[in-house]
């Protein structure tokens, strides 16, 4: 099998591990447009949402905010059971997920 297209774009060098992969991990791209930033994640597909908001949060916006304050999205649509796993919200393998403020903020 073939990698992913995702693992082709412009990301950090390093993608960050959430969990414990095993062999059926899958490669996602978590992008935040806040910081114009984005990171590959390796994780196995039944991991919970919230644990990798935490870790994308912790990653791409370490400011100190609360993980209550981000939302996470695919394919434009809002995950609102952050308890649900990957493979329960429809990611696979190269699936881009967007991580965004709760509320639009200002421009300074």
Known sequence: MSAPFVT???SRAEPVTVG???AEAITVR???PEVWDTIKMVSSPNEPIVSLKVAAIEALFPVGEFHDD???KLRG???LDENATLSQIGAVDGSILLL???R???VR
């Open 8 to 10: 082709q774009l412009r």
């Open 20 to 22: 414990m992969p095993g």
């Open 30 to 32: 978590v992008e935040m």
């Open 70 to 72: 981000f939302v996470l």
């Open 77 to 79: 649509f809002e995950v």
């Open 100 to 102: 965004t403020h709760r």
């Open 104 to 106: 639009r903020r200002p």
